[in-house]
């Protein structure tokens, strides 16, 4: 009857065991997820406002332009000085698309050979 109440307490500990687990494993990955969704949303509110300031700006786009500094700052933790807030806010983000530099890249191999 003994061997019967050991066996009994394992079985009661190793189920608080796996429940404790369970619970574990469970925050920890909502954790993560909620930290990956966090910096997907981060993420695409930098390229939103990126695209805000690369576009020409005129009178009425002055509110937009500073909360996209705004954004910039605050989700990229990066700080603009008074000078380049003020450039910002009068002139276009200066934008070099991806494939005009290969397309570069690529007639000037071409022009070498």
Same mark, same amino acid.
Request: no cysteine; glycine share 8%; net charge neutral.
């Given at each position: 009857?003994?061997?019967?109440?050991? %066996?009994?307490?394992?079985?009661?500990?190793? @189920?608080?065991?796996?429940?404790?687990?369970?619970?574990?494993?469970?925050? %920890?990955?909502? &954790?993560? +997820?909620?930290?990956?969704?966090? +910096?997907?949303?981060?993420?695409?509110?930098? *390229?939103?406002? !990126?695209? !805000?300031?690369?576009? +020409?700006?005129?009178?009425?786009?002055?509110?937009?332009?500073?909360? @996209?500094?705004?954004?910039?700052?605050?989700?990229?933790?990066?700080?603009? +000085?008074?000078?380049?807030? *003020?450039?910002?806010?009068?002139?276009?983000?200066?934008?070099?698309?991806? &494939?005009?530099?290969?397309?570069? @890249? !690529? &007639?000037?191999?071409?022009?070498?050979?």
């Amino acid at each position: 009857m003994a061997e019967s109440k050991k %066996v009994d307490r394992s079985a009661w500990w190793l @189920a608080v065991a796996g429940t404790i687990g369970v619970v574990a494993g469970a925050g %920890v990955t909502g &954790a993560f +997820n909620y930290l990956g969704q966090k +910096n997907d949303l981060d993420a695409k509110m930098i *390229e939103l406002s !990126v695209s !805000v300031l690369r576009a +020409n700006p005129t009178p009425g786009t002055g509110p937009l332009r500073a909360w @996209a500094i705004d954004v910039i700052q605050k989700r990229a933790n990066f700080s603009f +000085n008074q000078a380049q807030q *003020e450039a910002l806010l009068k002139e276009p983000l200066p934008f070099v698309h991806d &494939a005009a530099v290969v397309g570069a @890249a !690529v &007639a000037n191999s071409i022009q070498s050979h």
